[in-house]
């Protein structure tokens, strides 16, 4: 009856240190779990989420007056004859300038800076481009070249037919009587 006894009080002995390392990884596995910031413990809590510190941002910038809008003023509608100029204006005139000679300011950056050498001239006034005609120039604004990123995600086939007319009419001069 001794042994008998014996071998039961050594039964939770044996329970106990599974047990207690089970519990113990448990804990662990709670306190790393439920951490809020980047390190597994909050001791260095990002500076970006104290109040104190967005006190010390510096204020907005208003939007530059030479600025293009990407999207029209609600309400606001733009006559047909004026949308090509408009696609144009959103779209064009950062690297191909506002009389379409390749003098837009991101293709000026990218020549002088990073020394990039158009493989066609960016010029829509040169006598190059004039050869494409209406539909050259829309397989272009379709497809892009090299560093022209390809519209055809971005504008619809009836607006890039509308912005080829208007580099064709008005910037190259082809019909200037259709031209706002």
């Keep these: 009856m001794k042994n008998q006894l014996a071998k039961k009080t050594n039964l939770p002995r044996r329970r106990k240190a599974p047990l207690l390392g089970g519990v113990l990884v448990v804990a ?4 790393l779990g439920c951490a809020q910031g980047s390190y597994p413990l909050d001791i260095f809590y990002e500076m970006h989420y104290q109040k104190s510190f967005k006190a010390h941002e510096p204020p907005r910038l208003s939007v530059p007056s030479t600025a293009v809008g990407w999207f029209d003023a609600p309400g606001e509608t733009i006559p047909v004859d004026h949308q090509g100029a ?5 779209n064009c005139v950062m690297c191909h300038g506002a009389n379409g000679t390749g003098n837009g300011p991101v293709l000026n950056r990218m020549m002088d800076t990073y020394g990039y050498t158009p493989s066609i001239t960016p010029d829509l006034t ?16 379709t497809s892009g070249l090299i560093v022209m990123p390809g519209f055809s995600k971005l504008l619809t086939e009836e607006e890039i037919r509308i912005t080829s007319e208007y580099v064709v009419n008005c910037i190259q001069g082809t019909n200037l009587s259709v031209c706002p």
């Excluded at 539909?135 to 272009?140: A, D, L, N």
């Design 28 to 31: 662990l596995l709670l306190t």
């Design 86 to 90: 408009r696609l144009y204006e959103v």
């Design 126 to 141: 040169s006598q190059t481009v004039r050869d494409l005609g209406e539909v050259g120039i829309q397989g272009f604004v």
